[in-house]
């Protein structure tokens, strides 16, 4: 049973437009969210996070929102950059017990 | 600070054999956790260890298992390999625990034949 899932295998976005990845989560209970980006050959890297009390974290160029009673989570990313060719993976946890993480997606940025 | 490391980074290894996966956490970090990574599976939790003890597990067969020693540094181990084990095997440290930021090492390739 997939708690955490993200729909979309794969986008593809032009450079210096906006990138929305999304995920979405089944358990009611999680109330930690975060965004991980992966390289080829190099381990996850932390992107940012929320907590089930806010809806909207900034950092950046990166923006992540949560939308509770829809269990949806997105990440946006504006604008977009080659270097942001990736996959992303979207994770939550519950009550700081492990985190369940999403199949991830790929991002292709072109120029 | 030196980030999360893990060796062997590839591995090959045959069906019915085992294999032994090293990961020394950020200095200080006591919690590390392991993940299986597979193509369209995403990433699996395995087991955390916090101060030498396992204090969390997902679900997977008792052939995983794993320890963690005074230093904090952890292995994983997987007994009687099967073909569907291959994949990338993560380890994370945390100050925190398995559910808070993790920090990533870059992995272990493992095959098996």
């Known amino acids: 049973d997939q708690q955490v899932k993200q729909n979309s295998p794969s986008l593809s976005v032009q450079e210096g437009r906006i990138s929305i990845l999304n995920c979405d989560y089944t358990?009611?209970?999680?109330?930690?969210f975060l965004w991980y980006k992966k390289y080829p050959a190099e381990g996850p890297t932390f992107l940012i996070s929320i907590s089930s009390i806010k809806d909207k974290n900034e950092d950046g160029r990166f923006t992540v929102f949560l939308n509770k009673s829809a269990k949806h989570l997105s990440l946006h990313i504006v604008p977009s950059q080659p270097g942001d060719s990736a996959v992303y993976f979207c994770?939550?946890?519950?009550?700081?017990?492990?985190?369940?993480f999403g199949t991830g997606t790929r991002l292709q940025v072109f120029p | 600070k030196a980030g999360v490391t893990q060796t062997p980074r590839y591995l090959i290894k045959t069906r019915g054999q085992q294999v032994t996966l090293s990961c020394s956490p950020i200095?200080?970090?006591?919690?590390v956790s392991w993940y299986q990574q597979t193509p369209g599976q995403g990433l699996q939790f395995l087991f955390e260890y916090f101060s030498e003890t396992q204090r969390n597990k997902g679900n997977f067969p008792g052939r995983f298992s794993g320890r963690q020693f005074s230093n904090s540094r952890s292995e994983m181990n997987v007994s009687t390999l099967e073909l569907g084990d291959s994949a990338l095997y993560l380890c994370?440290?945390?100050?925190?625990?398995?559910?808070?930021?993790?920090?990533f090492g870059p992995g272990t390739r493992l095959t098996v034949l």
């Open positions: 994370a440290s945390s100050g925190q625990g398995a559910g808070d930021e993790q920090f």
């Open positions: 200095s200080g970090h006591r919690s």
């Open positions: 358990n009611s209970m999680f109330d930690y």
């Open positions: 994770a939550a946890s519950s009550n700081t017990d492990k985190l369940i």
